[in-house]
């Protein structure tokens, strides 16, 4: 949501985790995905659906900014700039059905996604703390248990290993400005601060993106088969992409016809969902929620209403 206004202009997290062994069926899924309310008012809630479109709720119904930026098992991870300034972000999480929200403690976040580690217990954010540059891992009552130093002037998104040892995320040797070189790319780097290493290299000589565009837009570390997949400007669309970690098998996901936008993985690894323009690469903007089957590579739209609806993780209903 950080890049909305952008990325109108331009155009974990279920994932990030263990990887499953079972494979449920996506019935015992909802989808949890951000949906602009009122333009005017400035106001995003998270709403959740089944898998097929079904049954949309509104699960967080409160005036300001709410946005899921991952979920683990049944609990959905959001900001909210609820009881505070505007755009002042706090960690809240609810379930599927927003039955129950409960604020997460913790410093004051920046507008990126976020992941989980050791069953959904400790979770690393962006925070906002003057003096300090780091992601925080926190707990679930928002103790600080590490910081994660990075080394570059840009940081953000940040998604664990698997096994939680490493983090990959998006970063870059300048800062977000204009004129200096800013360029997102993947980077990794342990938990430890130890072995950075970029993963990601954007084209040369495709000038198709934006200063501000996503290069490499915000990463997913899918466990069942330790790939990481991202979304990336290129030759005048936004298509999802995955690489290995040792930044080898660099494979396109989507086709040209469809610009993509954020994304996450079901816990199995057998279905995708993210946004995407239905309007078309030359149409009028309007994002909605698409799944895709990996194996096959077959696409459905689930959303099909004129509202702005993005970022969408899986949930597990009880």
């Given amino acids: 949501m950080k890049k909305n206004n952008i990325y109108i202009v331009l155009l974990v997290l279920f994932g990030c985790q263990s990887?499953?062994?079972?494979?449920?069926?996506?019935?015992?899924?909802?989808?949890?995905?951000?949906?602009?309310?009122?333009?005017?008012?400035?106001?995003?809630?998270?709403?959740?659906?089944?898998?097929?479109?079904?049954?949309?709720?509104?699960?967080?119904n409160l005036l300001g900014v709410e946005w899921t930026y991952s979920a683990y098992g049944s609990d959905v991870l959001y900001i909210s700039d609820k009881d505070t300034c505007a755009r002042c972000y706090f960690l809240y999480s609810t379930d599927a059905y927003g039955t129950e929200h409960s604020k997460i403690g913790g410093p004051q976040l920046k507008d990126s996604w976020m992941s989980?580690?050791?069953?959904?217990?400790?979770?690393?954010?962006?925070?906002?703390v003057k003096g300090d540059s780091a992601f925080y891992i926190i707990d679930r009552q928002g103790a600080l248990v590490q910081k994660v130093y990075t080394g570059l002037p840009y940081f953000s998104d940040p998604c664990f290993s698997p096994d939680g040892s490493e983090i990959v995320f998006r970063g870059s040797e300048k800062r977000f400005r204009p004129n200096i070189g800013y360029q997102d790319e993947l980077y990794?780097?342990?938990?430890?601060?130890?072995?950075l290493r970029q993963l990601t290299y954007y084209p040369e000589g495709d000038t198709t993106a934006d200063w501000y565009s996503y290069h490499a837009g915000p990463p997913f570390w899918e466990p069942n088969r330790n790939i990481i997949t991202y979304h990336s400007k290129q030759q005048g669309g936004s298509y999802l992409f995955q690489i290995n970690p040792d930044g080898s098998g660099l494979k396109k996901l989507t086709p040209?016809?469809?610009?993509?936008?954020?994304?996450?993985?079901?816990?199995?690894?057998?279905?995708?969902?993210?946004?995407?323009?239905?309007?078309?690469?030359?149409?009028?903007?309007?994002f909605d929620i698409f799944t895709m089957n990996y194996e096959s590579g077959d696409i459905t739209q689930v959303t099909t209403d004129t509202l702005f609806e993005q970022a969408p993780v899986f949930v597990e209903v009880k």
């Fill in 116 to 128: 989980t580690r050791k069953g959904g217990e400790e979770i690393i954010v962006n925070p906002i």
């Fill in 188 to 195: 990794i780097v342990g938990v430890d601060g130890s072995n």
């Fill in 256 to 286: 040209d016809s469809i610009t993509i936008g954020w994304h996450s993985w079901s816990p199995d690894g057998s279905m995708i969902t993210f946004d995407a323009n239905s309007g078309g690469r030359e149409g009028k903007m309007n």
């Fill in 19 to 60: 990887p499953s062994n079972e494979e449920p069926e996506t019935n015992n899924y909802r989808i949890a995905y951000n949906v602009w309310t009122d333009q005017q008012g400035d106001n995003y809630e998270v709403f959740s659906m089944k898998t097929d479109g079904s049954d949309a709720k509104n699960i967080t």
